[in-house]
């Protein structure tokens, strides 16, 4: 059934379910320019409360409402980015953007909210692996926004400069820095069936307490990553090296003998959670290259795992 409202001329909106039809599109393109759904949320609220600020002529006066959102969205994003930089710079310990069930493993939305509504649900690909974010993290505001409407939703150079208000050539230029970045982290590729199988190996070890079956699995120059935000415990630097990582994760389950570990898909890759009493706590995602595990991010600041609680 279509939603229509009244303007204030006393005739129907005929627009009102192509700009909502564009909120999916446009909360996939905020969760990748802020790394955290609840900004994304919030972002592409105010988009759509700067749209209904506007009178029905104004409104009527533009082409392509879609265009007016997106280029708005990614405003508001790249504002957003700026402050965000000197909000991370006080944040306790690392940073790690918000990880994201798969869609039908989604529990629920944000406090206070009923179960997430479908339109917010962000298309897993691999455009939003966690190991694709956190490249993300260590680009410019600028290039970021370049480098994520041109080369992930395919805009074309003179339109990222309208939105972004530089030049198509500065655009471009912005684009090929952060597509060297993401090159220059890339690692040969392994199939998903595979890591799977790794993910489940390090799971597996990690119950038995088996330091040599983690040494196996992790490349020798692996890192561990954890992100508490001050909130709850959580190492504050990474952890560095195979060994230690693996004695690290043995600690952990000889301290927490009651927590469950389960396999899900985190970020549509394969990972794990931790729940206590049936309640996640913390969130695993996983970085595989070459049959190895190259990267573990594990978050446990619950602010950033309300999506996969329970209740």
């Known amino acids: 059934m279509t939603t229509r409202t009244e303007s204030g001329h006393g005739r129907p909106d005929p627009g009102l379910s192509a700009i909502m039809s564009e909120r ?181 070890a990690w119950e038995a307490k088996d330091i040599d079956a983690l040494l196996g699995l992790l490349d020798p120059d692996a890192t561990a990553t954890g992100d508490g935000g001050g909130i709850v415990s959580a190492q504050l630097r990474p952890v560095e090296g195979a060994e230690q990582i693996a004695r690290f994760f043995v600690g952990l389950a000889d301290r927490a003998t009651n927590v469950t570990i389960l396999e899900r898909t985190v970020n549509g890759q394969p990972g794990l959670v931790a729940q206590l009493d049936g309640v996640t706590v913390a969130v695993y995602a996983f970085h595989v290259a070459a049959g190895r595990i190259k990267h573990v991010w594990a978050i446990l600041n619950p602010d950033k795992i309300r999506p996969w609680t329970t209740g």
């Not at 790249?78 to 306790?92: H, N, Q, T």
């Not at 918000?98 to 897993?124: K, Q, Y």
């Open 24 to 204: 999916r599109r446009l909360i996939n393109l905020a969760y990748r320019l802020l790394g955290s759904l609840a900004d994304a949320e919030d972002a592409v609220q105010e988009t759509y409360a700067r749209w209904y600020a506007m009178s029905r002529p104004q409104q009527d006066a533009i082409e392509s409402p879609g265009a007016w959102l997106t280029t708005v969205a990614s405003r508001i994003c790249l504002d957003l980015l700026g402050s965000a930089r000197v909000r991370r710079e006080r944040y306790v310990g690392e940073w790690i953007p918000e990880p994201l069930p798969e869609p039908t493993e989604w529990i629920s939305g944000r406090p206070g909210s009923a179960t997430a509504d479908p339109a917010d649900r962000v298309t897993l690909d691999e455009s939003i692996s966690m190991a694709f974010l956190v490249v993300l993290e260590s680009m410019t505001p600028a290039e970021r926004v370049a480098f994520t409407l041109h080369d992930v939703f395919r805009y074309s150079f003179a339109e990222v400069a309208e939105i972004v208000g530089r030049t198509p050539a500065a655009c471009r230029q912005l684009a090929s820095s952060a597509r060297r970045r993401i090159r220059g982290s890339q690692a040969p590729a392994t199939p998903t069936a595979q890591r799977a199988v790794i993910v489940r190996d390090f799971k597996q």
